[in-house]
């Protein structure tokens, strides 16, 4: 079966960039999402079709897709940004995780 | 705003079923597909299954294959996701969310999960 895989912990001091990756076999021929999860909240997607943002996503955040590795970047990365993040593609008609990225700003 | 509200947490001893509904705004059932996730305490997010915007065909994946049912009531704007035979590692938060996916060409275009309900908490113990 297909997998995603996430570090499990990403470290940044604020005001710099952040970056998240996921890799899984030709990850790149897929589209990859990626959500957002603050404790107690539910998920809120950041990135849909490798890079685009939904409305109300901040520009700081922003997504790559090539190869087997999809990436999220948070540029500029403020003490709200720290929570979970999950990638997310499709596979044979499947939905697929990722383990989850846990994002310390400090 | 567009919203998904799902039904209240529930208890729940093992061998037991649990009915979750999610109640949508008005075409989001067809129009867009229903997701099915859950979140076990502390661990990462679990797709279980989906509803389809055409018909309400079902897919599962293949864990919860046997155990899982998800239907949908258009008239309601509300779908639902039962579990049954449950164990204690059933104990999650389970979410709705929705997904819109454009399969008018020959390659499907996915926009991700865009809005989620606010999540049900169910808890099997004896």
């Known amino acids: 079966s297909y997998e995603l895989t996430q570090p499990p912990s990403v470290s940044v001091s604020p005001g710099q960039t952040a970056s998240i990756t996921c890799s899984g076999d030709k990850l790149g021929n897929k589209y990859a999402c990626w959500y957002q999860q603050k404790p107690g909240q539910s998920p809120v997607l950041v990135i849909y079709q490798d890079t685009k943002r939904p409305s109300g996503i901040p520009e700081r955040f922003s997504g790559s897709n090539s190869g087997n590795t999809a990436t999220l970047t948070i540029s500029g990365t403020q003490a709200m940004d720290e929570a979970d993040y999950y990638c997310q593609a499709w596979d044979s008609s499947t939905v697929i995780f990722g383990g989850g990225t846990k994002l310390t700003v400090l | 705003q567009v919203q998904l509200v799902q039904s209240g947490a529930e208890v729940k001893k093992p061998g037991a079923s649990v009915n979750v509904s999610c109640k949508a705004s008005?075409?989001?059932?067809?129009?867009?597909?229903m997701h099915w996730v859950r979140q076990a305490p502390g661990q990462g997010l679990e797709w279980m299954g989906i509803?389809?915007?055409?018909?309400?065909?079902?897919s599962y994946t293949q864990k919860f294959q046997g155990r899982v049912t998800m239907t949908r009531d258009t008239s309601t704007s509300t779908v639902y996701m039962e579990l049954s035979s449950l164990r204690s590692e059933d104990t999650a938060v389970y979410y709705c969310?929705?997904?819109?996916?454009?399969?008018?060409?020959?390659?499907?275009?996915?926009?991700?999960?865009?809005?989620w309900g606010q999540g049900t908490t169910v808890t099997v113990s004896s």
């Open positions: 969310a929705r997904e819109y996916v454009d399969t008018t060409m020959v390659t499907s275009f996915y926009y991700g999960m865009d809005v």
């Open positions: 008005e075409h989001t059932l067809t129009t867009y597909y």
């Open positions: 509803i389809n915007p055409s018909g309400g065909s079902t």
